[in-house]
């Protein structure tokens, strides 16, 4: 997964360097001037490399080159050693699962911080690089998972009943699984846990239009949480989570000075 996030990184990156390389000498971007005081509300879908989830971020002008940000995030995080599987003596009508998993993570973080604008993009379709950090507070919800695990009947050899249980190391083997119980079940089970997180990284702004945001990050979350994050039973699970990540972000901006310059604009 780390080694996916790498190559994702390196290829974003390299559309972005070729492409500011195409627009250097292109047309004077007169928005940029115009815009230099605008908010922005944005988007993002996110991977890390130890998940996936989205952002949402409202950014505030603070001067020409730095804004106050405020984000949420919800993510999906997996362990790293998650690998789905199915019952090898069925091979019809299964859901795939990961063996040894006894719960599901999620987590939604609050966040304040700042960005700051490194390098301007002053022609259209030029690009920006934008330096940002991040921290706050996560709630994390631990839901436990449950298997259809198989028993078989004394009285038919070749027949089973299926049984809806948690994982346990000490009776369950991949041959005993039939597949992972529905995403409902275990529901009213779901635990909170508290933590707090910090987030840094880059921002290469790119696009035609200071009105509309496209950008793709690049950085890392750190997660510290009150206790160890059960995820798995037959691996070693963490306390402090560490994740590098990279998003697409879009959205668009907000401000009373851009309606304004709008309507001047058409006159």
Excluded: W
């Amino acid at each position: 997964m780390y080694k996916f996030i790498l190559k994702l990184i390196t290829f974003f990156c390299t559309i972005l360097l070729c492409n500011f390389e195409i627009f250097a000498q292109g047309e004077i971007d007169n928005e940029a001037k115009k815009l230099v005081f605008k908010n922005e509300k944005t988007f993002a879908i996110i991977l890390n490399t130890n998940g996936f989830g989205a952002n949402y971020r409202y950014a505030k002008r603070l001067d020409g080159f730095r804004k106050r940000l405020y984000d949420i995030d919800f993510t999906i995080i997996k362990h790293p050693k998650e690998i789905k599987t199915q019952n090898p003596y069925f091979d019809t009508n299964q859901r795939r699962y990961v063996f040894g998993k006894i719960n599901s993570f999620f987590n939604i973080r609050f966040g304040l911080g700042k960005q700051k604008e490194i390098y301007s993009k002053y022609d259209k379709g030029g690009l920006a690089i934008i330096y940002f950090y991040s921290f706050g507070p996560i709630l994390g919800l631990l839901k436990p998972i449950y298997y259809e695990v198989l028993y078989p009947v004394d009285s038919a050899p070749n027949d089973y009943i299926i049984r809806t249980e948690k994982f346990n190391t000490s009776i369950h083997r991949v041959g005993d699984i039939y597949g992972k119980a529905p995403f409902t079940v275990g529901t009213e089970e779901i635990k909170f846990i508290p933590g707090f997180f910090t987030k840094f990284g880059f921002s290469f702004e790119y696009g035609k239009s200071d009105k509309i945001v496209h950008s793709v990050d690049v950085g890392a979350t750190i997660e510290a949480y009150t206790q160890k994050i059960d995820i798995m039973a037959t691996e070693e699970n963490n306390q402090i989570l560490i994740s590098l990540f990279v998003s697409y972000r879009f959205g668009k901006a907000v401000s009373k000075r851009l309606k304004n310059i709008k309507k001047y604009s058409t006159e």
